[in-house]
């Protein structure tokens, strides 16, 4: 004889996956999917990552060559924020960029960095210092570039 297990609300059908997260993507690193809450007129941001010279060298010039798009600062829960940059292959321009995300905290140091390029092992690589050189330069690149194109 069977009987149905009652959870006290027969003829509720149970509802399962009510609350079904969203759909896992490769830019969701961070862990936020919100919408950009910046895409310019970002603030300055600290780091206390020990980059080569020439790597810092090489990041700026990357930016002078604009090669440095799709800059885009996320909230994440309120405090935090991450910052996701697209830098082009100065090599191969027509692969796919390059994705670098930077981890905020909420007095904008960088705690936590990402970057899809080979040479990312040790978190030092020229796309980050690129992006941070973006960040901390943005105003001045935009008013010296502004009608370059
Ligand atoms: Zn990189």
Request: a positive charge; one cysteine or more.
């Amino acid at each position: 004889m069977f009987e149905s297990v009652s959870l006290g609300e027969s003829g509720r059908q149970p509802t399962t996956g009510k609350r079904r997260p969203p759909p896992i993507d490769s830019a969701t690193i961070g862990g936020s999917s919100n919408p950009p809450v910046l895409e310019t007129g970002f603030k300055k941001v600290l780091h206390s990552i020990e980059f080569q010279p020439q790597t810092v060298q090489k990041g700026k010039l990357l930016n002078e060559t604009n090669d440095v798009i799709n800059v885009k600062e996320f909230g994440i829960n309120g405090t935090r924020c991450r910052i996701e940059a697209r830098v082009i292959r100065q090599t191969s321009v027509n692969s796919t960029p390059y994705t670098t995300n930077l981890i905020l905290d909420s007095s904008r140091n960088v705690t936590s960095v990402s970057c899809t390029c080979v040479y990312n092992k040790s978190g030092k690589c020229k796309h980050i210092t690129a992006v941070i050189y973006y960040i901390n330069n943005e105003q001045s690149l935009s008013k010296t570039n502004f009608g370059q194109q």
